[in-house]
């Protein structure tokens, strides 16, 4: 698993990159009530903002990690935005493809993340 | 805001694990580890403990005090009992609001608590507008809020004659040798008390409330939700100085002895225009609002007639999440005459969304009246 600087975590199976966020981001955001997901196929640059994230303090974004395609998402987050503090890393948000994957090499992992957030 | 000045809880608050965030000048816990919608609910079944020490308590004496603050406030002041408060707003001389507020009669006193952000600019106006007091901010009090169905018990616990107290009573008790003003209010939708402390005791009478297992302490953030679900007004955004008090569904606290043909009618600034809204009904007003989806809609968001309308009617001036409604609410400024259930749109990320027109508030209050 891999890490970046705006909190994301992505796991890599195979061709597939499932995405999420972190414990720590989840714990800054607060309680989550509201999730909107990209449509299945979008092409996505990476920093585009992809992912609507509210809180009950907050709206916020995630942002496309790499460039590539959004090929699954999770829709159980729309009906349970509050899955994401319980279990933020079991609590994926979209599956990509990416031809950029191998810009995940130069990502942090867990421990260099953990020093990040300090 | 170059400096956060500290508060006298700052110390109880980094023990409890608050998130201090600036606010209104100072260092203020928005949350606590127990975060946002459990503290919300909390206050909802049990009691929690607020601090407000930001607030301005300010002290008004004089031998005619009543009378004075009327002209600066167009609510019944005259009418007051002792031990009792009211709620009002406060008019700047170019007959704007400058701030809501409240006032109780103490005897030989008036106690104000104003909002504080507000608070310095408050004292200009009060000082140069009431030649005849003395008016003093309190710089060595606290203010701390006990709200919630199980405030009464925890309070009765250390202080047994706050059980007598009605909603809106304003009362001085002795604890321990401190002296505590408590008034029966808050800004929750719950029952509840705002206890002024002498700042040195502030600490110790905050850990007796908080050794009852019944009381949480709850951050800024769980405040406005709650405030928000009992539709109350926040200065700055649902009341401001473009958006009158009749706008704002606040003409009941501009009492009848103050309006036309009323025995003190008008006499504060901007009085003409205001109880002529008053009488004829004011174009836009202050409504609940409830988005039919998922996604909250927050202070600024626009509201328009329909899905291909060019031009707002509206707009949302405060939103978010209501723990207790389970679903996001909101409150905006819309034209007076779109009934309660009429749909209407907000635009929130350049998609207008089905928002529906609701009467306030969302939460029934549970006073003790």
Same mark, same amino acid.
């Given at each position: 698993m891999k890490f970046t600087e705006e909190h994301e975590w992505l796991d890599a199976d195979g061709d597939v990159i499932t995405v999420g966020i972190t414990e720590h981001a989840a714990t800054q955001l607060g309680d989550v009530v509201f999730v909107e997901l990209p449509e299945v196929g979008t092409t996505v640059a990476k920093g585009d903002e992809i992912v609507v994230i509210e809180s009950v303090k907050a709206a916020s974004d995630i942002l496309a990690p790499l460039d590539g395609e959004i090929v699954e998402v999770n829709e159980a987050l729309v009906d349970n935005p509050a899955a994401v503090n319980d279990d933020a890393v079991g609590s994926w948000f979209f599956k990509m493809t990416s031809?950029?994957?191998?810009?995940?090499?130069?990502m942090m992992d867990e421990a260099a993340y953990q020093a990040f957030i300090g | 805001m170059s400096e956060l000045n500290p508060l006298p809880l700052e110390a109880l608050h980094a023990e409890l694990g608050g998130k201090m965030v600036p606010f209104a000048g100072y260092s203020m816990p928005v949350q606590y580890p127990m975060g946002v919608m459990a503290e919300h609910l909390h206050c909802r079944s049990e009691a929690g403990l607020f601090d407000v020490s930001h607030m301005g308590q300010v002290i008004v004496r004089g031998a005619d005090v009543a009378n004075s603050l009327e002209r600066f406030i167009p609510a019944d002041v005259v009418g007051l009992g002792v031990g009792r408060q009211r709620y009002g707003v406060l008019m700047q001389p170019d007959g704007g609001v400058a701030d809501d507020l409240m006032f109780a009669n103490c005897n030989d006193r008036f106690f104000l608590v104003v909002n504080g952000a507000c608070k310095y600019q408050d004292m200009e106006i009060l000082k140069a507008g009431l030649h005849d007091c003395e008016v003093t901010l309190l710089d060595d009090r606290a203010l701390l809020a006990l709200q919630g169905p199980k405030a009464e018990a925890v309070l009765a616990g250390l202080l047994p004659a706050v059980a007598e107290m009605r909603f809106m009573d304003s009362l001085v008790f002795d604890w321990m040798g401190a002296e505590l003003w408590i008034s029966?209010?808050?800004?929750?939708?719950e029952d509840g008390f705002e206890i002024s402390v002498p700042e040195d005791r502030a600490e110790e009478f905050a850990r007796a409330l908080l050794a009852h297992p019944a009381v949480a302490p709850i951050g800024l953030g769980a405040r406005d939700s709650l405030r928000l679900e009992a539709g109350m007004p926040l200065y700055g955004q649902d009341l401001t100085p473009q958006i009158s008090p009749v706008v704002a569904g606040l003409?009941?606290?501009?009492?009848r002895a103050r309006? $036309?043909?009323?025995?003190? $009618?008008g006499g504060f600034p901007g009085a003409e225009p205001l109880l002529q809204e008053l009488m004829d009904g004011p174009a836009n007003i202050r409504t609940g609002l409830r988005p039919e989806g998922r996604a909250p809609m927050r202070a600024g968001v626009e509201l328009f007639h329909s899905l291909e309308a060019t031009a707002p009617i509206g707009r949302i001036t405060s939103g978010g999440f209501g723990p207790s409604v389970g679903a996001p609410i909101a409150m905006g400024i819309v034209p007076a005459e779109l009934a309660p259930g009429t749909t209407i749109y907000g635009e929130v990320r350049g998609k207008r969304l089905p928002v529906t027109l609701a009467k306030l508030p969302f939460h029934t209050p549970r006073y003790k009246r």
């Open positions: 031809p950029a994957a191998a810009e995940m090499d130069e | 029966r209010s808050g800004y929750t939708g003409g009941w606290s501009i009492a309006r $036309a043909g009323g025995p003190r $009618a």
